[in-house]
């Protein structure tokens, strides 16, 4: 009997889209306002969804306060009030796009998850517009 559980959290984090490899000219065409120079924040909405069979001795696919735990660890205190581009190894050469954010989100908490779990994630960068991942 697998069963998905779903945990909301969330962050606040600053940004900037710009690809080195072009000039100004082509990143501003290609990123607008994500380009601007003085980086902007969103308020970043994640879903974290894990999905498992049910175990007979608990009812729990996965105790939640722990799941909880984890994202505050490794998502909420590594990238919350932080600046992506700046503050945060992960993003070292990497575009700070929320799909990219997703993919890195997801190999963090994929490195603390039992592999009988499947997961996935799925990133809010406005309440518009959002990413999800695996695809
Ligand atoms: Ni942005």
Redesign the pocket.
Known sequence: MRVAVFRRAHFNAA???HNPNWDEARNREVFG??NYPNY?G?NYELEVKVTGEVDPDTGYVVDLGWLSKLIETEVEERFDHKNLNIDVPEFQGRLTSAENIAVVIWNLLRAQLHERYDLHVRLY?TPRNFVEYPA
């Open positions: 940004h900037r889209l306002k994500c902007h969103h960068e």
